[in-house]
T-cell receptor
Framework: DTGVSQNPRHKITKRGQNVTFRCDPI?????LYWYRQTLGQGPEFLTY????????KSRLLSDRFSAERPKGSFSTLEIQRTEQGDSAMYLC???????????FGPGTRLLVL | GENVEQHPSTLSVQEGDSAVIKCTYS??????FPWYKQELGKRPQLIID?????GEKKDQRIAVTLNKTAKHFSLHITETQPEDSAVYFC???????????FGQGTILTVHP
């Protein structure tokens, strides 16, 4: 499968724990995006990278959230001290610079108990 | 920042009818407008997109129209089929910045 992949697909954690998600973009894509989607809503932008540089972060991304893309390939999104309000689907997407089509991964569904 | 409003929130049609979903956007700098289809439990998949230098684009049964002056764009699905049933999202963005702002979604149900 040459599409965007995400791991894990599901994560259940207790409030206060830290979680980390991984996204592997389509190999030649140098832009990588993170979105959050709650039930019945459209995806909300969190942050995006061009190669290893994090170019924009949403105000939704509190200090408890951090994202990295150290070598310009895969990316990780970490949530520290999780809260019940963090429960959502976390979607990753990638695109090729100069072409705007964003291809989404299957998402990681997070449930904070 | 950009704000995208989408209507209706639910749409029910009979197989073979047409379906139209409308979106408005607020940021005149937006120049890229994709539409995604999301089936239950699956990833959003691009079905069609349009750039601001084009007023209309068609791909088989699906078409999108864009009115830059009024800042609205619409998705048209003709000859609907039960497999078209899904949630459809419009989005707006700038090719300079990359991020997309999504509408709230439309649940389309096509009855056989």
């Amino acid at each position: 499968d040459t599409g965007v992949s995400q791991n894990p697909r599901h994560k259940i954690t207790k409030r206060g724990q830290n979680v980390t998600f991984r996204c592997d973009p389509i190999s030649e894509h140098n832009r990588l995006y993170w979105y959050r989607q709650t039930l019945g809503q459209g995806p909300e932008f969190l942050t995006y990278f061009q190669n290893e540089a994090q170019l924009e972060k949403s105000r939704l991304l509190s200090d408890r959230f951090s994202a990295e893309r150290p070598k310009g390939s895969f990316s990780t999104l970490e949530i520290q001290r999780t809260e019940q309000g963090d429960s959502a689907m976390y979607l990753c997407a990638s695109s090729y610079r100069g072409l705007e089509t964003q291809y989404f991964g299957p998402g990681t569904r997070l449930l904070v108990l | 920042g950009e704000n995208v409003e989408q209507h209706p929130s639910t749409l029910s049609v009979q197989e073979g009818d047409s379906a139209v979903i409308k979106c408005t956007y607020s940021d005149s700098a937006s120049n890229y407008f994709p539409w995604y289809k999301q089936e239950l439990g699956k990833r959003p998949q691009l079905i069609i997109d349009i750039r601001s230098n084009v007023g209309e684009k068609k791909d088989q049964r699906i078409a999108v129209t864009l009115n830059k002056t009024a800042k609205h764009f619409s998705l048209h699905i003709t000859e609907t089929q039960p497999e078209d049933s899904a949630v459809y999202f419009c989005a707006g963005g700038s090719t300079s910045y990359g991020k997309l702002t999504f509408g709230q979604g439309t649940i389309l149900t096509v009855h056989p």
